[in-house]
Nanobody, 121 residues
């Protein structure tokens, strides 16, 4: 079992930046693949980015590629999402998720509660 707590959300103007963090409990964080998802009002949750257990593999949604960067620090049990050049359409609740399999499979076992990101135009 792992618990995930997101932080770093807030209100930012279009073109600005934010860095989200996801702190994980437990000693197995370093073996999990991790992902970021988001859900805007009235829309389904969508994939944003993912990273394998070692950080050696990553994947991004087309809509954020080149603007967002996923990273992790296994010593600190923390996942990050650096978001640059933010757009109003990036407004959503952002969630982190953990996959026990370790590789990017698209399936996740644990989810955080989310952090709100609002981008004003």
């Amino acid at each position: 079992q792992v618990q995930l707590v997101e932080s770093g959300g807030g209100l930012v103007q279009a073109g600005g930046s934010l860095r989200l963090s996801c702190a994980a409990s437990g000693r197995t964080f370093g073996s999990y693949a991790m992902g970021w998802f988001r859900q805007a009002p009235g829309k389904e949750r969508e994939f944003v980015a993912a990273m394998s257990w070692s950080g050696g593999n990553s994947d991004y949604a087309y809509s954020v590629k080149g603007r967002f960067t996923i990273s992790r620090d296994n010593r600190k049990n923390t996942l990050y999402l650096q978001m640059n050049s933010l757009k109003p359409e990036d407004t959503a609740v952002y969630y982190c998720a953990a996959d026990r399999r370790g590789w990017i499979t698209g399936s996740y076992d644990y989810w955080g509660q989310g952090t709100q990101v609002t981008v004003s135009s």
